[in-house]
Nanobody, 121 residues
């Protein structure tokens, strides 16, 4: 198993930037695909981005493609989400996820506690 702790959330103006971090613990961290999901008030949790265990493959929701970048540093057991040009509709609680594969992440994953991101216009 793996334990996940997110950080880096906060208030940011539209057009600014923010970087979220997810610190992972566990002996098998580098065997997991990692991802970010978000949940806005009154909405279901939705997929944002994911990265394979090796870092060679990534996936993004269309809504964030070209603006957000996911990366990982296995030596530091950390996954990042770089948020450039955020929009008010990006406001949500962002959750870090770990799963065996990107494809199974939505249905079978470990989750962090979440970090709030608020984008002001």
């Amino acid at each position: 198993q793996v334990q996940l702790v997110e950080s880096g959330g906060g208030l940011v103006q539209a057009g600014g930037s923010l970087r979220l971090s997810c610190a992972a613990s566990g002996r098998t961290f580098n065997n997991y695909a990692m991802g970010w999901f978000r949940q806005a008030p009154g909405k279901e949790r939705e997929f944002v981005a994911a990265i394979t265990w090796s870092g060679s493959g990534t996936a993004y929701a269309d809504s964030v493609k070209g603006r957000f970048t996911i990366s990982r540093d296995n030596a530091k057991n950390t996954v990042y989400l770089q948020m450039n040009s955020p929009k008010p509709e990006d406001t949500a609680v962002y959750y870090c996820a770990a799963a065996l594969t990107i494809q199974t992440m939505t249905s079978n994953a470990y989750w962090g506690q979440g970090t709030q991101v608020t984008v002001s216009s």
